[in-house]
Each structure stands twice: as structure tokens, then as C-alpha cells.
Nanobody, 129 residues
Framework: QVQLVESGGGLVQAEDSLRLSCAAS????????MGWFRQAPGKEHEFVAVINWSGRSYYADSVKGRFTISRDNAKNTVYLQMNSLKAEDTAVYYC???????????????????????WGQGTQVTVSS
């Protein structure tokens, strides 16, 4: 079975940093786009960042300059380095994988998340101010 398992979430103070990891199993994702969404209480999934097979990346404006996405295909793992965290970053963060990079970026323009192929179970990030 395909699984995406997030780790690294926790409770931190504003301006702190966290690194989230997403370990994939069940298949290799070297040719997939991989990325992150987040969901705050009462809100829909919000796009955060995506990286394709060659390292091309795209970020939501709300995290640009603070978050960095990376991947290690040999480990079948994607990371999200989060710096200068703010209270508004508080959310459950979900790892995701998809054959199409555009399935991630289209969500920024109002598209839904139904086209995303695989989802992790999420890891909680709480930022206190």
C-alpha cells in the first residue's frame, strides 16, 4: 500500500523554526510532484509548497521567503523547512503527491484538491505568539 507519513510537527513560539518530513512507502515517487498543504480549524486545505522531480518549486505567497521545500529521492522523502513561524501558520500540515505539478499550483487559483493522488495523515503545527 502507498503511504505518506508526516513527522516533525509540534508546539513552538513565534519566530521559531521546524522541519517537517514526509516519508513515502509502497512505491517510488521520483517522477511525482510532492508538496504540502495545511488546514487550520474551520478552513479548507490551503496550498503551501510543491516541488517536482527535478527540483522546480513553487510557494504560496504567505510562506514565500520563510519556508523551503526539498526532496531526497533516494530516501523517497520530502521536507518542509519552516523558519520565522507566525501564529497564522498554525494548522495541520499534510504531505501530498501527484503525477502533475499543475494539480498543486492550480489550487492557488481557486481549484480544488480532489485531483491530488495521495495524502498523508497530517502533523500538527502550533505556533504561539
Amino acid at each position: 500500500q502507498v503511504q505518506l507519513v508526516e513527522s516533525g510537527g509540534g508546539l513552538v513560539q513565534a519566530e521559531d523554526s521546524l522541519r517537517l518530513s514526509c516519508a513515502a512507502s509502497g512505491r517510488t515517487f521520483g517522477s511525482y510532484a510532492m508538496g504540502w498543504f495545511r488546514q487550520a480549524p474551520g478552513k479548507e486545505h490551503e496550498f503551501v509548497a510543491v516541488i517536482n522531480w527535478s527540483g522546480r518549486s513553487y510557494y504560496a505567497d504567505s510562506v514565500k521567503g520563510r519556508f523551503t521545500i526539498s526532496r531526497d529521492n533516494a530516501k523517497n522523502t520530502v521536507y518542509l523547512q519552516m523558519n520565522s513561524l507566525k501564529a497564522e501558520d498554525t494548522a495541520v500540515y499534510y504531505c501530498a503527491a501527484d503525477r502533475l505539478y499543475s494539480d498543486f499550483t492550480s489550487t492557488v487559483l481557486g481549484g480544488g484538491t480532489d485531483e491530488i493522488d495521495y495524502w498523508g495523515q497530517g502533523t500538527q503545527v502550533t505556533v504561539s505568539s
